[in-house]
């Protein structure tokens, strides 16, 4: 692994990705919840969501770095290609996982819907804002 450093600002190869044009690094955190917060995702519904959103994941490119799947809520942290929008990975996971879960555990067909309308996503990198901060501030001076 090579690690470069220019004014402290430190950029591990191995994280980041390439394409033919760019180089990038686009995690995001996702946390969403099923309908009234419902403390459903237990037992094989939990299992099975496990196994459908790595599917998900296999088919629409993206790689899970994280999991956890709590009974009333779901954490998941991702890296995405560029060309994958944030609120698609987002539909993709929900929407998908809905479907499937609804058919095989006939008990969520009676709630209205499996998951929240709702989800929150948050960017993640290598370095914090700050540093970025600092860094773009640091190249007025030079």
């Known amino acids: 692994m090579k690690e470069y450093i220019n ?5 591990k190869e191995n994280n980041y990705k390439h ?3 760019s180089v990038y690094l686009c995690n995001y955190h996702m ?8 403390k459903i ?9 496990e196994k459908i959103l790595k599917e998900v994941a296999c088919n629409k490119r993206f790689d899970i770095l994280s999991l956890q799947i709590m009974p009333d809520h779901v954490h998941l942290f991702v890296s ?8 698609q990975i987002a539909k993709s996971v929900k929407g998908r996982s809905s479907n499937v879960l609804r058919k095989e555990f006939p ?3 009676k709630m209205p819907t499996l998951w929240t ?9 290598n370095v914090s804002s700050k540093t970025i ?7 007025w001076k030079k």
């Open 41 to 49: 995702l237990t037992g094989e519904i939990k299992e099975r969501l």
């Open 80 to 87: 995405a290609n560029m060309d994958i929008a944030p609120s």
């Open 7 to 11: 004014n402290n600002f430190k950029f």
């Open 133 to 139: 901060q600092k860094y773009i501030e640091e190249q």
């Open 31 to 38: 946390v969403w919840c099923p309908k009234y917060r419902r």
């Open 107 to 109: 008990q969520l067909l």
């Open 19 to 21: 394409s033919n044009k």
């Open 117 to 125: 309308r709702a989800y929150f996503m948050s960017t993640a990198g």
